[in-house]
């Protein structure tokens, strides 16, 4: 939702603002000013410089989000080995602490930058334009931002990223889709990782999770994936071979205008 | 706890529009969320002293009003209430709805306070 053409009133929020509404009121000496602003406005025109930045590149950016031990870092390393060599990778880690993920990375040869947020439970869009100005996008075709490990904050901040991915782990149990709506809700692909459990844990139901996700509205796809016994491995390239393709088709017929004036030297804050 | 960094840019905007009005101080502000937000009002209340600690809203009263959970079926065309976690349709049961409201994250408004020789000057 925009703060600009009125798309913002809800039938939640609409009786407040008509005459007579509560805001409508001011008391003696007071001054009530209406400002129907997003509470994430700064964030979101952050994102939206980012996602012109990736733009302009040709860029593909993919958020993945999920629990701690979930295993993004393992379907990353398997996606950098699994993927085309000509398409160029790298990969924007956060964590609280540690440089870990970022070495994980590093050891395929491929570009990793680690945001260490301390003791902030997400990654938002100022730390990413932070990021950007590490990295030449000119030299990459995709960028996976891995987001902190937690089914909450992560959910409510755009980065700019073209795709949400969020990873549910079969040890994790198939009804996390209930549990985290709003994560959920925010996925456009999911994928069910650490399929190579399902035998094992086998409380946990397909059925079951996709159920779920039709109860929160969600239509995205579901890949079962093992980053193990790489099952599930072709179905996730293959999407992300699409997206690639409707990345460059979508800015073919639309192309980048880019209307802001500062200058992005790559290596400079 | 994300309702920390959510509350400094609620900050921001609340003291830059005081600052654009020459309020003095500010006595209340309404923010309208939903619970698919992603936010606790609670937690956002709880961390409103702590942001608003030496700014112009340091004494305002934070008022957070609650969206409802409201779904448009697009097979039925039928509105319904929903709840976070079953956004179905209530009336013909289907799951391909689209969210009408619930997920806001919204300052609606801010009172503000001006002393009488601001008035005067403005």
């Excluded at chain 2, 956004?87 to 503000?112: A, N, R």
Aim: proline share 3%; glycine share 6%.
């Amino acid at each position: 939702m925009c703060d600009t053409c009125g798309c913002n009133i809800t039938h939640g929020n609409e009786s407040l603002i008509r005459p007579g509404g509560k805001l409508e009121k001011t008391e003696n000496g007071k001054e009530a000013v209406s400002v129907l602003h997003n509470l994430l406005h700064e964030n979101d025109h952050t994102a939206l410089h980012n996602r012109e930045h990736f733009d302009s590149h040709n860029v593909l950016a993919i958020n993945l989000m999920s629990s701690p031990g979930a295993g993004k870092t393992s379907l990353l390393e398997a996606t950098i080995q699994q993927l085309d060599d000509n398409i160029r990778i790298a990969v924007i880690e956060g964590d609280l602490e540690t440089e870990n993920d970022a070495e994980r990375i590093r050891q395929y040869g491929v570009k990793a930058i680690q945001i260490a947020t301390g003791s902030a439970c997400h990654l938002d869009a100022h730390m990413i334009h932070q990021a950007l100005h590490n990295l030449d996008l000119a030299e990459f075709d995709i960028v996976f931002i891995e987001n902190i490990g937690n089914l909450v904050c992560p959910a409510s901040f755009d980065l700019g990223q073209h795709q949400n991915v969020v990873l549910l782990s079969v040890p994790e149990g198939d009804d996390k889709p209930a549990k985290y709506p709003v994560m959920f809700r925010s996925a456009d692909l999911v994928m069910i990782s650490k399929s190579d459990l399902l035998p094992i844990l086998d409380d946990f139901k397909i059925d079951k999770a996709k159920n779920y996700l039709q109860d929160i509205a969600s239509d995205a796809p579901i890949i079962e994936v093992s980053a193990k016994d790489k099952s599930g491995m072709s179905q996730w390239i293959d999407w992300i071979n699409q997206q690639i393709k409707a990345r460059k088709k979508y800015l073919e017929q639309h192309p980048v205008l880019h209307t802001h004036h500062h200058h992005h030297e790559y290596g400079t804050d | 706890m994300h309702e920390l960094s959510i509350c400094q840019a609620l900050m921001k905007q609340v003291e830059a529009v005081a600052f654009e009005h020459n309020a003095q101080s500010v006595a209340n502000i309404v923010v309208t969320m939903g619970p698919l937000s992603g936010v606790d009002a609670q937690l956002l209340k709880n961390a409103y002293p702590i942001a608003s600690a030496g700014t112009v809203a340091q004494d305002a009263e934070l008022i957070i009003e609650t969206s409802p959970v409201r779904v448009k079926c697009n097979h039925c065309g039928c509105e319904s209430d929903a709840t976070p976690n079953k956004l179905i349709c209530k009336h013909c049961g289907d799951w391909h709805t689209t969210l009408l409201s619930g997920d806001e994250l919204m300052l609606m408004s801010v009172e503000l306070e001006k002393s009488q020789e601001t008035e005067a000057i403005h």
